[in-house]
């Protein structure tokens, strides 16, 4: 049986959900208790416009009978979602993947506060592409390339790029100096979820992070640090180097959180700077650049 397909509304893919056990007579009942946060109100104006589908791709009423395990696309909204300004480059199209270049502040899919204003939802927009997978994330504060797949069919060879760590991500970073430290330099260390729950922390136990670090050039106070994660942990780069005495410049959540206040901050200078693999359907290597610098110079 094929999955069902959703298509997106205004470059907004839809989110889907298979119905959980309950005793609900239709689905707009299985979604105000599955969704408790969210006010019943809500539902009944997506259903009315026809922004919740069956399976079959049409629209669902508030009638519409509950059934066990039956999948649903939904379009999420939010009121009052923040523009961003800064756009994205396309780096590269074919049939089978798409690299583009994010700025800074810019989420890369649909995410708490953010739904059009992502990177995936202006690229399916763009493109007219509704297929488009990220194959894999950096953070919204972080600049640079983001690889997403763009056939089903061939989408499995390019995940497998990471899972086996054959594609070379290398960053870029401005960070305070450390001078007694030799590089190049290997970090190892267990990395597992903190506190607050949005925040990452070491733990003594069985790496399961590698990052290779060099500098690339030295200032008197601050460096331009290359990264190279082996390992894709969240936020995997920001806590290797808070852990070595060097947080990267502008990073609000660590080694320590800090209060953002009402202002504007400065970009986190960390940015995607190169991807590097061997095609896996015709064995080519390929390499992409980020066109973005960061943003500051060394003192």
Sequence with gaps: MSRPRFPPRGGVPASRLQLPPGPWPTV?????AHFSQIDPSIWRDRIARGRVLDAQGDP??????????????YYREVVDEPVIDAAERILHVDAHIVVADKPHGLPVAPTGAFVTQTLLTRLVATLGNSDLVPLHRIDRGTAGLVLFSADPTSRAAYQALFRESRITKTYEALAPSLPGLVFPMTRHSRIERGEPFFRMAEVDDMPNSETHIDVRERGTRTWRYALSPVSGRKHQLRVHMAALGAPILHDPWYPTLQDEGDGARPPLQLLARALAFDDPLDGCPRRFESKFRLSESLD
Excluded: F, H, K, S
């Design 60 to 73: 669902v009423t508030a009638q519409t009978p509950y059934r066990l395990g039956a999948e649903i696309g």
């Design 28 to 32: 707009l009942d299985a979604l105000v």
